[in-house]
């Protein structure tokens, strides 16, 4: 009721003015929409031979919205809202939900694909020469307009015609010194270039022997030949060499009376069991504690240390005597600029034992990477070295908007510095870097470079080759969803679901607790 | 308002330019067909695509170009090498999967098991004849389950590579290159007693042929004379006494293992005259032979009384991808083309690995005596087993080998790398 009334009511009050048209305004307009119809055109057509249909429905939609949204004068606030929410949801929401439902199946190798493309695998990994049959020579060539065959038996240089209907005697055919044909009387043999163009109709013809099928081996020669395997749609199962696997659609497998499958699988549902294996396997609830024990710890201490060494040197530099700041400013950024993944590998090999920088120049004989302590140490030393010049930064930052004043003011009241620092400064700069200080937190509790390139997880225990003593559950999870080949994606998602959940849940407390802060000091 | 308008128009742009770099890549050759210029007048109304596309990793881009241009010229297609830099298999893996992959790649043969269990390759028919004109291993290497999946063209494995102007005499055990290394570091001649890479995690593929000496093994046999990967052997009562074996030559013994040696570090060291022996493959004589060292290969010795050093021999191969658009094409290519000693030759002057095809290796032989030596280092060598079960064995294996290396029980290492294999392969 009371829209109807405003709605009225607006049509007796006068035409807004028209807005000013900037170039700004022309210029965003045509880049949201030129974007909307550049990925409409660009995704189309392969969306369409991929048949998948939903996709191109949600595209459809949202490039309607779009352009809709843009080419009205209504609206505003959405105009401005709308692409970042579409980024939001491609590259945000949309990946986090396809992780999640990942981690309900058995996605990975052995399971990458769909049952169909399992059973044509496995038919056609199955085929074997019939034994005895001969290698033809092969010549494409048209009868008619149909494709066939001209096969050459090497050793008798008779000529058949193959074509679905079977195998045909060809009289009067003139072959070539290498044995292919050169020209038969009914026929147009195709020559390479031609033969090359119509390569998937050769690869389709399949020739009705009473051994198998003869098929084309590429362009110049057939092979006759005979699935070993076959599949059953009336039992859903794979017979053959005297056995039977049949479809098992909770593992994804053909399996047999003996409880062993076929090589190929595919993906199915596996429900919650990926999370039970995450909370079931022995490995991993027998060192969880540890595990997660140093992963706090690494995620504090990166912190903690960082913001301390970067903090303690913007202080430094921030005191009105200090001279040749600018220089000191260039050389701290230095690592931070560097790119991380060289400097990580270079540090590695800096604390090598025989061969390190490290040992060299200090004289020392400690196999860094090697102890359970030394490799924790030295893997938060090269943390520190990459993280402080960030810290720096922010803090450099954040020290500019405190008035000098108020550290003035302690000190004409009688504060020693120390004490104006630890009561005005930090709180005030706390007030400002603590949402970093989180952020910092989760990014480094996930920070799997760090790890990966200096440690890889090491140093390894006898007794627990999966775990070892700088693992950060992060590590841990590749590791055990990657190992060193073959790849388990359900299980690595269903490891980023835990790992999501408990930085969330650390992250969302402190946040809670940084408000009630904010409060005090604001 | 208008500085945030161009705002947005800044951040579209942005965002645009990402989406576009990100997906370029399935599209270009997702439909290759449109692009690829029709061959022949018949080929118009035909929609078989004229292209063959070929992945291999960097080293091999160069070789291949010009025999790949020859193909095409000579069967009126067009084909593009293209160079893969990281990952091969699992971008080979992801790729074919949502149909954007390449119609040959070209890697290692242990690939095998696991792109078959994917369904991303074909088996590749060769006729007895093309079968009978490559090294025996080389062909045993890319048969899995009966069936050959690739055509070999390049064969590698580690021997040891003396330093002839320290150790002048070729050893007979591997005691006498431990005894050798030690006698010339304790004159200060070395600084390592032995080059071989442990690394902080292991190295099972550089120290199998030691490993298997002292009788350890990692897979059993089945009838046909594969690996068994129902038989795990790791933490076997041989491999338990093989481990105690690398820990007596490990650290706390006689330092010839170590594992601050790298495969970073390996090879630089012997390169530089610091090591007298070095465990190395075909891939370290670029280095080696820069360094003016002189040298010798030699396989890998047996310890005393022990069995022999098989090592590991790895083979290159090229296969036809199972989802590619030009399948017919890629077969020609692979089963009749490749198969020439030609090719063979022109990617061993590449990158000089030992070619799999007996008349291309004689070719090469005569020219760099290199390539001989390293084959007959890998005589009495294995097949690098192919099946996947074997992706679960390198990380724990390895862990074991630098756990005992650096002096923890054998015994408990063995055990622990068992259970964990077994655990792995049970899932």
């Not at chain 1, 033809?136 to 494709?147: C, N, V």
Request: one cysteine or more; glycine letters at 8%.
């Amino acid at each position: 009721m009371s829209l109807d009334v405003r709605e009225a009511a607006e049509v007796t009050t006068p035409p807004r003015p028209r807005r000013e048209l900037t170039t700004a305004f022309v210029v965003s307009r045509i880049a949201v929409l030129a974007v909307a119809a550049a990925i409409l055109l660009y995704a189309v057509p392969p969306l369409v031979a991929a048949e998948s249909w939903i996709s191109l429905t949600l595209l459809l939609v949202a490039s309607a919205v779009i352009g809709y949204l843009y080419l009205t004068r209504r609206f505003v606030p959405a105009k401005y809202l709308v692409p970042g929410t579409v980024f939001l949801i491609a590259f945000q929401v949309f990946p986090v939900l396809y992780t999640v439902s990942t981690a309900f199946t058995n996605f990975g190798d052995g399971h990458r694909g769909d049952k169909a493309a399992a059973i044509s695998a496995i038919e056609t990994g199955s085929v074997r020469q019939a034994p005895g049959s001969p290698e033809y020579g092969l010549s494409a060539a048209l009868k008619g307009d149909s494709l066939v065959f001209l096969l050459v038996d090497p050793k008798t240089k008779q000529v058949q015609e193959g074509s679905p209907d079977g195998l045909a005697a060809v009289q009067g055919a003139r072959l070539g010194v290498t044995g292919k044909v050169l020209e038969a009387p009914g026929y147009t043999v195709l020559k390479a270039p031609e033969a090359a163009a119509r390569a998937k109709q050769i690869a389709e013809l399949a020739v009705p022997t009473q051994g198998g099928l003869i098929k084309a081996n590429g362009l110049s020669r057939a092979v006759e030949g005979r699935a070993t395997l076959t599949y059953d749609a009336v039992c859903d199962c794979v017979k053959g060499g005297g056995d039977t696997w049949t479809a098992d659609e909770s593992q994804g497998y053909f399996v047999n009376a003996k409880g062993e499958h076929l090589a190929q699988g595919w993906q199915v549902n596996v429900g919650f069991a990926n999370f039970a294996r995450v909370l079931t396997d022995p490995t991993l609830s027998a060192h969880f504690l540890g595990m997660f024990t140093w992963n706090m710890a690494f995620a504090l201490l990166s912190v903690l240390t960082t913001f301390a060494l970067g903090m303690g040197v913007a202080l430094a530099l921030h005191h009105p005597k200090m001279r040749g700041t600018r220089f000191y400013r260039i050389a701290l950024i230095l690592p931070y600029a560097m790119p991380a993944f060289a400097m990580l590998l270079v540090w590695r090999d800096l604390f090598n034992r025989d061969f390190g920088l490290i040992n060299q120049l200090f004289g020392l004989d400690v196999d860094w990477m090697g102890g359970m302590v030394s490799a924790k140490f030295a893997v938060i030393l090269v943390n520190l070295w990459l993280g402080f010049p960030y810290m720096f930064l922010v803090t450099t930052g954040a020290l500019q908007a405190i008035p000098r004043e108020l550290t003035e003011a302690a000190s004409i009241d009688g504060a020693p510095p120390w004490y104006a620092f630890r009561k005005v400064t930090l709180p005030l700069l706390l007030v400002a870097l603590t949402p970093l200080l989180i952020s910092s937190f989760a990014f480094n509790f996930n920070n799997y470079n760090a790890i990966a390139l200096t440690t890889d997880g090491g140093p390894f225990p006898a007794e627990s080759p999966t775990v070892g003593g700088t693992d950060l559950l992060i590590s841990y999870t590749v590791r055990l969803a990657f190992g060193t080949g073959s790849a388990q994606f359900g299980l690595a998602a269903t490891m980023s679901v835990f790992i999501f959940a408990i930085v969330a849940t650390i992250s969302a407390i402190t946040f809670r607790r940084t408000r009630k802060q904010e409060d005090v000091y604001a | 308002m208008r500085i945030r308008a161009l705002g947005v128009a800044a951040a579209a742009t942005v965002a645009f330019g990402a989406t576009a770099c990100g997906g370029s890549a399935p599209t270009s050759s997702a439909a290759p067909s449109s692009s690829a210029p029709s061959a022949g007048a018949s080929a118009t109304a035909d929609k078989g695509s004229g292209k063959l596309v070929i992945w291999a990793d960097p080293n091999r881009t160069k070789a291949l170009k010009p025999f790949a241009d020859q193909f095409g010229t000579e069967n009126g297609v067009t084909v593009e090498v293209k160079e893969i830099s990281k990952d091969n298999q699992q971008t080979f893996l992801t790729a074919s999967q949502q149909g954007s992959g390449p119609d040959i790649t070209v890697g290692a043969h242990d690939w095998i098991g696991n792109l078959v269990q994917n369904g991303a390759i074909d088996p590749v028919n060769l006729t007895e004849e093309q079968k009978a004109a490559f090294s025996p291993i080389a062909l045993k290497a890319v048969t899995f389950n009966g069936q050959v999946y690739g055509a070999p063209y390049a064969m590698e494995n580690v021997a040891l590579i003396r330093n002839t102007k320290l150790a002048p005499d070729a050893p007979a055990t591997f005691d006498d290159v431990i005894a050798k290394g030690k006698e010339l570091k304790k004159a200060g001649k070395v600084k390592e007693v032995l080059c071989l890479p442990v690394t902080a995690k292991g190295d099972a593929y550089h120290v199998y042929p030691l490993f298997s000496s002292a009788g350890g093994a990692i897979f059993g046999t089945t009838s046909a004379g594969d690996p068994d990967p129902k038989q795990v052997l790791v933490g076997s009562k041989e491999s338990q006494a093989a481990f105690e074996k690398l820990a007596t030559i490990g650290e706390k013994g006689d330092a010839a293992l170590k594992t601050s040696l790298t495969n970073e570090n390996s090879i630089p060291t012997f390169a530089g005259g610091k090591c007298a022996f070095l465990v190395s493959g075909p891939w370290a004589m670029a280095d080696v032979k820069k360094s003016g060292v002189a040298y010798d290969i030699t396989a890998v010795p047996a310890f005393k009384d022990g069995k022999p050093a098989t090592p590991f021999v790895g083979v290159q191969a090229f296969f036809v991808a199972s989802k590619g658009a030009s399948k017919t094409l890629a077969q020609e290519f692979v089963t009749n083309y490749v198969t020439n000693a030609d090719v063979a030759k022109a990617l061993y002057d590449a990158d000089p690995r030992p070619p799999a095809l007996t008349a291309a290796l004689d070719a090469v032989k005569a020219a760099d005596p290199d390539a001989g030596k390293f084959i007959e280092a890998g005589a009495g060598g294995i097949p690098m087993p192919a099946i996947p079960e074997m992706s679960a064995i390198w990380e724990p294996f390895g862990i074991a080998e630098a756990a005992v290396v650096k002096g923890s029980d054998p015994v408990k290492a063995a055990e622990s790398a068992q259970k964990t294999i077994d655990g792995s392969l049970k899932n």
